[in-house]
């Protein structure tokens, strides 16, 4: 009997630790995926295809308007006149910190399952995002944001030089992660550059330039001899050389790769005045890609902007008489790409850099090269005949100012996110008129 009871106790005993054993096991839901088991090339299609649709919008009513590209025909829509909701910066604010969010996410998936490119990218795009938060905001929070499941949740605010000096530090990591005889897991989830690893590092230190020159004129920031060092090393710091490098989105026109315009064929908003008076001062060949002539009414058959800032009244005289809009054919397809940044661009920042003195070059050569590239992105059949009139125009041609080069440059980033915005911001050109009835007391805004 004693023996029987010490086989029950035993019996028991096993029994306890295969349970125990097993626990695990049995608590473990089959069908959630760990963190581990997610590729980080999943996140790479949603992340560009969802943020680039979700800023579009925001770009054209807010940035094209107080940069005076557009002009809104209707009352309630008064961005270019300053009259700015607090709800459209919000969204903005929660939609850098979302995409931000969701690209440091593919980072450390990166981070954990040793793809070193995936973690190049992740570092850029997240940068990216977080680049349009600080230039909108200022300070905001970056080296202990996005940190959420770490128990961080009011994380510490940084001042827009330390922002930037991390934003400057990852991007120099992401550079120094590439490795092109890796590929990527899946090249067609990649609708930027479709898996070409060289062209990812090059827009990496691209966007580096872009942000060197934003903080230019602070010299703590050493801008002048980062922007000379990435110049002069190629091998170091690979660079767009031509338009074939643009970091630009294509879609496929089948949903969901659709450009979200495709589902507004008209706008509420009409070409700026300023901006089409520049175009048609030097008899600019981007024009008709850029906007249509007017259909009907006083202005048939001309290209013609509405005053930015004008009283109401105003610009329902203007709207009747007839605007241009933006073209169609162009921005308005499900297939009509999305730009992040351009070859031409990079050019205008070398142009700039040698004018001011930061390098050697010649910068009429680069700003004429700039002007080049912008025209063969819009117009890539375009004769060298009717490129060299162009530059010939003495609206366009160099007279070795730094307005000059702002100026073209403003023209080249028609529809590049908010980047004519920043630059007038940064440096005052072109020089824009301000209207009789803007708010903010004739001040522009520079910061939300």
Known sequence: MKYAKYILILALLAASGACTNDFEDYNTNPNKQSEGSVAPIALLEPLIYSSTNSYSSYMLSIANEISQVTVAKSTPRREHCYNLADGNFKAIWNLGY???????????LAVAQNQPNFQAIGLTLK???MSILTDMFGSIAYREALKGGEGINTPHIDSQQEVYTAMLEELELANSLYNASLGLDDPTKDGIYGGDIAKWQKFTNTLRLRLLMR????????????????FENPSQYPIFESNDDNATLKYSGTRPFVNDFGDNATDDSAMGERFINIMVDS??????????RVSSGANAG???????????????????????????TTFRQYTSPYTFMTYSEVLFIKAEAIQRGMMDGEAS?????????????WIPDISESAVETFLQNGAVAYDATTEIIITQKYVSLFTVGY???????????????????IRNDGVHPTRF
């Open 98 to 108: 979302k995409w931000a969010g969701n690209a440091k996410h593919m980072y450390d």
């Open 127 to 129: 940068v990216y995002n």
């Open 215 to 230: 903080v230019s004129n602070r010299r703590d920031m050493n801008s002048a001899e980062r922007i000379k060092t990435v």
């Open 283 to 292: 008899s600019d060949p981007r024009i008709s890609v850029y906007c249509n």
């Open 302 to 328: 001309g290209y013609v902007g509405i005053t930015s800032g004008a009283p109401a009244s105003v610009i329902s005289k203007q709207s009747a008489d007839g605007a241009s809009n933006s073209n169609n």
């Open 365 to 377: 050569e680069t700003y004429y090269a700039a002007v080049t590239a912008s025209l063969k992105q």
């Open 419 to 437: 980047e004519s915005w920043h630059e007038y911001r940064r440096t005052g050109y072109p020089l824009l008129v301000m209207g009789e009835a």
